[in-house]
Every structure is written in C-alpha cells, then in structure tokens.
C-alpha cells in the first residue's frame, strides 16, 4: 500500500518548526506520507538540494532541508521507506523537453527553471508520478512540455498548502487529473 513520492526541497525547507500556513502544511505533509503508508522517492539529486548548504542567521552553514524534515527522512529510511532512484545524466527525455522549448520562443522564460528542477519530473516518472512542492510557478512551466513529451503530463504535482494534501494521501493518494502538470493551476 501506499505511493512513492517526491518531497521536493520547497517542502523540506518549509517544514520548519513554527508558523501557519506554510510551515505547519508542510509538516503535516510530511506526517501524513508516514502515516499514511506512503514511502519518499529520493534520488541522489533531490537529496543534494535537500542537504545542499546556506548559511545561517548566525553564520553557520545549513542545510536547506529543516531539522524537522531531515529527521523525519531519516525515520522513513530507518524504516525502509526510501526508495532510492537512480537518473539518468542529461537524459533523453530531458533533451527533447529543453530542445522542444528552445525552438518556441513563447517558452523561452520556461528554460532556467525547467533545467534546475527537472530532475523533480524525472524522479517523479520513475516512482508513482507523485511529487509534493510549494513551487507553483514550476508547475505552469511544466505545463509548456504537453506538446513537446505528453509523458511529462502524467506527473502529479500537489502543493501542501494549498491542496487537500493530508486528505488526498490519507485516501491513498489517488489519480487526480487537477493536480496534473499538464492541467492549468492559477
């Protein structure tokens, strides 16, 4: 039972230890892929955004990830809900998607975003499609791919703020077609 999903560093990030709305969201969220029976699909790039560090208030390095959440991924691992997922460097899909936006010139703004984060789409594609971010503008730039890799559109993107997150993973986080990349979120 239950899907792999990737936890996108927006997520991760915002998972702090105070604050209403995004905070608390995000925690919840991420309580609630445990609870639930759900497992985290974590490629070695997503992890490298997750630990990638900043550096602090008072100076010191940290990692973007919150303390909350780098626990809580270390609970999922220790109880096998990790699956770890191996990408492809400059993979083909992700050549026909950057070459497609390079020739339409309307999509021209969708290329830095799409090449920093398409790794999202990619770990995505090769667990359950599930990925929960807060980053709505990469959602309507995905958009842009329907025409360039249809394959793109089967990835689901749900922002635990502002979708029934806790309730769409407790009913085992079934296909919705409004959380498609491919459907319009204004």
Not at 20 to 45: I, N, T, Y
Not at 126 to 137: A, C, G, I, P
Request: include cysteine; hydrophobic fraction near 40%; aromatic fraction near 6%.
């Amino acid at each position: 039972m239950g899907y792999s999903i990737v936890i996108d560093v927006s997520v991760a990030r915002g998972a702090g230890t105070s604050g209403k709305p995004q905070p608390e969201a995000c925690r919840k969220a991420l309580d609630a892929v445990k609870k639930f029976g759900h497992r985290v699909a974590m490629s070695s790039e997503v992890y490298g955004e997750w630990m990638k560090l900043w550096k602090g208030i008072d100076g010191r390095p940290r990692p973007y990830a919150s303390i909350i959440a780098i626990q809580w991924l270390k609970d999922m691992r220790s109880s096998g809900k990790v699956d770890d997922i191996i990408l492809e460097n400059n993979s083909e899909l992700r050549k026909t998607c950057l070459l497609g936006l390079q020739q339409n010139l309307q999509f021209a703004q969708s290329i830095e975003p799409i090449t920093k984060d398409f790794h999202l789409v990619e770990t995505a594609l090769k667990s359950d499609k599930r990925v929960l971010s807060l980053d709505h503008r990469m959602f309507n730039h995905l958009h842009h791919l329907q025409e360039i890799a249809n394959e793109v559109c089967q990835v689901m993107w749900v922002d635990p703020v502002v979708d029934p997150t806790i309730e769409w993973l407790r009913n085992e986080a079934p296909e919705t077609s409004i959380y498609h990349v491919c459907s319009v979120h204004e």
